[in-house]
């Protein structure tokens, strides 16, 4: 396929979690803090120098990184056999076994080994694939091996290096923030837990700092992020990484729920820990859950259908939202079909009660030369010009998409009558044949049984929604609209 086939649609929209940690960047940029960005990866030693004795229970929390190891592989008899059958005449074992080498060696980047085998080689992609796939089972049996490396659970035990880092470089106090994502391995998941989320940390380390103004801190924060009433609440167990008594969890009310939700943690750092890492000064940490703060301001109760609504939410629409999804498919692209679009809906409307048979001239111009003019008619007998239904319109109540008369209207228009998309149609039809250099084109269309019956397009996912929900699109009637076009 060639040729430029597709155009972005404007419709681009920002999510609600990262729309939101740009709100919190930018507060606590304003309040003095400086942006840092902390590894991602951190050593089990960091963890039992933060948490000591408590470090055992707190490490099946972690997700443990693990690599595949290399595997050494030689070339026997019956792998170059089996290459062979793969590459005819292969001749090249020398060249193979240097490169495997290499391999093994991290010479070579894994995901450059075909590439390599290809090149100097001299076989083909597939060859190289099959190779790999059919001749080495070593690839295969290989086993991860577990390191003592663990991805951060929090912030906490990536800045106590930070911190011993800075403290002898930067002049006191030092204010740093950092957002990004956290992992920890639940041991389910539900409304309320993920294995991976957001998080906003900040630390401060200065010569004197109470615990009262780290409070106030915390709550100006909270203030210029759009949450003024908050609640924060001493722990009665402090972690062992916040010296005791200092600890203190933060509360924000969720409007649906009226229940008070945590939406974060701050305390300041035990001496002990940070002792630890040479740290000589006080410092006040906290934290917070950038998904908690959404779900308050959304009023959404369940996080997973908040973070990931593509797996766990099901896709609601409003009447007005599902009437903006309803559309007239086909439409003229031409002034000249634009035109005997409104001069067939001026007849239409004109003549619609006139007695059958009939037929009116709607349009007639020269084109090129040649004469072409449309009417519209019908033929049949004891009835009118236009079908009863012809002059519906479309409106959205309660979910289901109803074609109904203009006296009998409820719900939310969507500002379409079957009249107008039957014109639009049958305008880019005559568009089409005279395209085609045809000479006539004769259209007629009886009962509206579905939407696309009188040129109505409905989105696949409104469709989708109105199908699963019981709703019902109803726009039947008779409409018995035709229009005949001739060149001349």
Known sequence: MKGRRFKLKRKGAPNPITEFMIEVRKALIEMGFEEVILPMITSESDIYKEYGPESPVILDRLFYLAGLPRPDIGLSENSIKKIIEIVPG??????????????????????DLVETMITELGIREEQATSIVDNVFPEFKK???????????????????????????????PIQLFTLGSKFRREQKLDATHLYSSYTASFV?????????????IVREFLKKIGFGEVDLRFKKATSKYYAPQTEFEIFVK?????????????????????????????????????????MIRTGETDIRQLTYPYFYKEVEFTD?????????????????????????????????????????????????GKTITVKIWERDT?????????????????????????????????????????????????????????????LRIRMAKKASDVNIGIKTSIRRFITSNSKKIDIRGPVFFGVAATVE
């Open 90 to 111: 292969f001749s090249k074992t020398k060249e193979l076994q240097d490169i495997l080498r290499r391999y093994k060696k991290n010479e070579i980047e894994s995901d």
């Open 382 to 442: 004891d009835t009118k010009l236009l079908g009863a239904a012809v002059l519906n319109r479309i409106y959205v109540h309660d979910g289901n998409v109803l074609g109904l008369p203009e006296d009998k209207a409820v719900g939310t228009p969507t500002g379409i009558r079957y009249l107008d998309a039957l014109a639009s149609y049958a305008a880019r039809k005559i568009e089409e044949m005279i395209e085609r250099n045809e000479r006539e084109l004769n």
């Open 320 to 368: 007005e939202e599902i009437a903006k999804g309803i559309c007239i498919e086909e439409m003229p692209k031409t002034e000249t079909g634009k035109k005997i679009m409104e001069e067939l809906i001026k007849t239409a409307e004109t003549c619609k009660n006139e007695e059958a048979p009939c037929e009116f001239v709607a349009w007639k111009d020269t084109i090129n």
């Open 204 to 216: 401060i380390m200065a010569e004197e700092i109470t615990l009262e103004d780290g409070m106030d």
């Open 142 to 172: 290989r086993k991860p091996v577990p390191t003592d490396l663990t991805l951060r659970s929090h912030m906490t035990a990536l800045w106590f290096p930070v911190l011993s880092a800075a403290q002898n470089k930067w002049e006191l």
């Open 254 to 294: 969720h409007p649906k729920t009226a229940q008070w939700l945590e939406v974060g943690d701050s305390g300041f750092y035990s001496p002990v820990s940070l002792a630890k890492f040479g740290i000589e000064y006080p410092v006040l940490n906290a934290g917070f859950g950038m998904e908690r703060f959404v």
